[in-house]
């Protein structure tokens, strides 16, 4: 199994500043990388795949990279309904998919 | 535009099945294009996957969960089904269903809004 660990656990930023969020994986799962936003009572929403590539309807401050096992998701100039839980789920190994266990990004 | 929604009991007693289905809408899931995919999360915690199916019924499941899990596809009704067996107070969390692109990655694009499934006496 392929873990991902993420970092830090708890982000505390101010509005208009910048975030930035840390992936790690095990061993390398290549660009097959992906970044979901989850706020409470909600289903989680897809933000990145691919490790870069925005999904359909996602706004250009969200921005991602990284190869290999190191990725990171950036929030250029975090808005207030930007503050919500992160997750980086690894498919890579397609057959035994694996998520990290969440960035909470919290208001400073 | 898809859209998926779960249903079934939100109460399981200990040591019997779970039984939820997702019926998908805005799109047919015998369109061969993707996966159909269970993910849980129980309260407070992260996301667990569970396991995906494709309309021909090939089926792929999370190694620590695999001998209690079974997926299946009705195309017909264009829905697909969740079965765990022997749950206990540790298979409490919401249940979710979501799409899988297989052309593109193996990445989770469209979401139910999930059902939260309580194991207790």
């Known amino acids: 199994e392929i873990v991902m660990t993420q970092s830090p656990a708890t982000l505390s930023v101010s509005p208009g500043e910048r975030a930035t969020l840390s992936c790690r994986a095990s061993?390398?799962?290549?660009?097959?990388l992906a970044w979901y936003q989850q706020k409470p009572g909600q289903a989680p929403r897809l933000l990145i795949y691919?490790?870069?590539t925005r999904a359909t309807g996602i706004p250009a401050r969200f921005s991602g990279s990284g190869s290999g096992t190191e990725f990171t998701l950036t929030i250029s100039s975090l808005q207030s309904e930007d503050f919500a839980v992160y997750y980086c789920?690894?498919?890579?190994?397609?057959?035994?998919?694996?998520f990290g266990q969440g960035t909470r990004l919290e208001i400073k | 535009q898809v859209q998926l929604q779960e249903s079934g009991p939100g109460l399981v007693k200990p040591s019997q099945t779970l039984s939820l289905t997702c019926t998908v809408s805005?799109?047919?899931?015998?369109?061969?294009?993707?996966?159909w995919s269970w993910i849980r999360q129980p309260p407070g915690k992260g996301l667990e996957w569970i396991g995906y199916?494709?309309?021909?019924?090939?089926?792929y499941y999370n190694p620590s969960l695999k001998s209690r899990v079974t997926i299946s596809v009705d195309t017909s009704k264009n829905q697909f089904s969740l079965k765990l067996s022997s749950v206990t107070a540790a298979d409490t969390a919401v249940y979710y269903c979501?799409?899988?692109?297989?052309?593109?990655?193996?990445?989770?694009?469209?979401w139910g809004q999930g059902t939260l499934v309580t194991v207790s006496s």
């Open positions: 979501a799409r899988v692109s297989e052309m593109s990655g193996y990445y989770f694009d469209y």
């Open positions: 805005g799109g047919s899931i015998s369109s061969g294009d993707y996966y």
């Open positions: 199916i494709y309309y021909s019924g090939s089926t």
């Open positions: 061993q390398s799962v290549s660009s097959n």
């Open positions: 691919g490790a870069s």
């Open positions: 789920q690894q498919y890579n190994n397609w057959s035994s998919i694996t």
